[in-house]
């Protein structure tokens, strides 16, 4: 069991429309577009480090590599849905369970993401709904 916290001085919501912009671009300019494009861009604190994660999580999937995590941290920046599961509803094992599925290349930098967010425009919208429906 993991003794982490998330940190709670981060602006989520900018946080998740910088994830958003960016899983929109990586749409608009394919993989390596997106690469060469905001490859030398200058963002700061959160934003860098989730773009240099990103990139090097599409580089290495892109190339077949594989990464294992090799920090260890007391808190991390987690994504949205886990910050809101351990601070307004008291879920406490959130964190562990993420840890569980953590993208080493984000987790390297202090961010625990554990999916890539991608965009989905208006026409295949109902199409992904129905593929997240739960099976009970």
Known sequence: MHNVKPKRLV???KYTLFISF???ELKRLG???FIK???NKKYSGINKKYLDGYIEYLENKKHGHSIVCNKQYNRLVV???VYTAY????DKNVVNRALDNAIPEFLNKGLLIT???EAVNASNKHTIS???KCNN
Do not use: C, M, S, W
């Open 11 to 13: 602006n989520y919501n």
């Open 22 to 24: 960016l899983a929109h």
């Open 31 to 33: 993989v390596d577009n």
């Open 37 to 39: 494009t905001f490859k």
């Open 79 to 81: 994504d949205p849905y």
């Open 87 to 90: 601070y307004k509803y008291g």
């Open 115 to 117: 999916e890539i967010q």
């Open 130 to 132: 129905k593929e997240r």
